[in-house]
């Protein structure tokens, strides 16, 4: 019988983290998980997992710690999820962003090299790197032109992997994922700052209990502020993405990949979208705030990702339409 093999996820607690902790208990997998230490411990993406998983508290800002997380459980995988993931948030916090997207990924990467050499790791890279895009679509060809300081972060880390793994013979493989989302995101992010407040305007809630990004009601008076509406993204279904990146790790060689669907939408659609499905229209719900609007938008974002299709016999299973679909009746039934 082959021996179970053992996971390291970093960011066990965000959307992906839970997602693929799910994947590889499925696969039989020991899965290890670091946590951050917070006031309360509630971890809600993963409380349905806890029995299964075995948490460590770790940081990335703290060397000594990462170090110790890999010494304990000696990973046969490295999954590298754990991010300051908000883009918008990088303007107002470029350095700690920085010190968590870039060097604590570095910090991972290199403890890793130390402590496990024979492990395989994933760096979560991201469609953000090519920021004011230099091509369309984005392939692992395109240039990368990063648009905010996430951006510059995730690209630092991204050729430090790529460097770790011609300089030292790690197997170590970027993928690029292009933006992904589930009921498991923030509402902080778009898709489900839109969902969330049409879910509220299907069930009459004028003033929401959530709070958006300036620490208002998501919903007030009947109406979300949203920011750039033009913007467009290339959304896929996260569940749909973990595969991806388990499927990397189980490769001969390591690589790089593009990982989306190939198909963008406008913020604009995402509301059309939304509204329309629960039989409303957008434009009598949905306002422009400028403090939502980014001072450098990235994009247009859409993946190119033939070469995933081609070598991991990946491609994306949930549409655009089911995406919202799935979200806007998770909310719904939250909300209930
Ligand atoms: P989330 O924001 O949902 O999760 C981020 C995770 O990182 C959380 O578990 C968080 O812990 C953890 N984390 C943050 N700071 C630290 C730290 N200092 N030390 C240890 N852990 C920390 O992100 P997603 O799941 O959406 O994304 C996963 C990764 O993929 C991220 O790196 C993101 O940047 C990247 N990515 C995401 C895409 C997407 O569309 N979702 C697309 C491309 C890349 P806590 O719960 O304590 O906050
Ligand atoms: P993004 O996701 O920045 O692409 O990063 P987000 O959902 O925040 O923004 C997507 C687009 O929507 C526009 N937008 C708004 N965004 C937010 N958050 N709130 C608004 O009110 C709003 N109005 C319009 C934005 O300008 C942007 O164009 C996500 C994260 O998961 C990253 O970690 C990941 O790397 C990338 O996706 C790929």
């Known amino acids: 019988?082959?021996?179970?093999?053992?996971?390291?996820?970093?960011?066990?607690?965000?959307?992906?983290?839970?997602?693929?902790?799910?994947?590889?208990?499925?696969?039989?997998?020991?899965?290890?998980?670091?946590?951050?230490?917070?006031?309360?411990?509630?971890?809600a993406n993963i409380s349905?997992?806890?029995?299964?998983?075995?948490?460590?508290?770790?940081?990335l800002l703290d060397p000594i710690s990462i170090r110790e997380a890999i010494q304990k459980v000696k990973p046969d995988e490295v999954y590298n999820l754990a991010s300051q993931s908000h883009p918008a948030e990088s303007f107002r916090q470029p350095i700690h962003t920085a010190e968590i997207t870039?060097?604590?990924?570095?910090?991972?990467?290199?403890?890793?090299?130390?402590?496990?050499?024979?492990?395989?790791?994933?760096?979560?890279?991201?469609?953000?790197?090519?920021?004011?895009?230099?091509?369309?679509?984005?392939?692992?060809?395109?240039?990368?032109?990063?648009?905010?300081?996430?951006a510059a972060s995730k690209l630092y880390a991204h050729a430090m992997t790529r460097i770790y793994r011609k300089s030292y013979n790690m197997f170590a493989s970027n993928g690029i994922l292009f933006n992904h989302e589930s009921p498991r995101r923030h509402l902080g992010f778009v898709t489900q700052k839109v969902t969330y407040a049409a879910a509220c305007a299907k069930l009459g809630i004028k003033n929401s209990e959530h709070l958006n990004e300036e620490g208002e009601p998501i919903v007030k008076e009947g109406k979300v502020a949203l920011g750039n509406l033009q913007a467009k993204r290339d959304w896929g279904f996260a569940g749909d993405y973990?595969?991806?990146?388990?499927?990397?790790?189980?490769?001969?060689?390591?690589?790089?990949?593009?990982?989306?669907?190939?198909?963008?939408?406008?913020?604009?659609?995402?509301?059309?979208?939304?509204?329309?499905?629960?039989?409303?229209?957008?434009e009598d719900h949905v306002t422009v705030d400028k403090r939502f609007i980014r001072p450098t938008e990235t994009g247009p974002l859409v993946a190119d990702p033939s070469k995933a299709k081609k070598i991991l016999g990946w491609s994306p299973k949930t549409t655009f339409k089911e995406l919202v679909r799935l979200m806007v009746n998770a909310q719904v039934a939250r909300l209930k």
């Open 242 to 282: 973990v595969e991806a990146m388990w499927l990397m790790l189980q490769q001969d060689e390591p690589d790089d990949f593009v990982i989306g669907t190939g198909k963008t939408h406008t913020i604009q659609e995402l509301c059309e979208e939304s509204y329309g499905y629960v039989g409303l229209n957008w």
């Open 102 to 150: 870039a060097i604590g990924a570095h910090r991972v990467l290199d403890a890793t090299l130390d402590v496990v050499p024979k492990a395989k790791f994933y760096q979560a890279s991201s469609s953000e790197m090519y920021g004011w895009v230099r091509e369309i679509p984005q392939s692992e060809e395109t240039p990368f032109n990063p648009a905010n300081p996430y």
């Open 48 to 59: 349905h997992l806890q029995e299964e998983v075995s948490l460590i508290q770790a940081d």
């Open 1 to 43: 019988m082959a021996t179970k093999k053992t996971a390291l996820v970093t960011g066990i607690t965000g959307q992906d983290g839970s997602y693929l902790a799910e994947l590889l208990l499925k696969k039989n997998y020991n899965v290890a998980g670091i946590v951050r230490k917070t006031s309360n411990m509630a971890y």
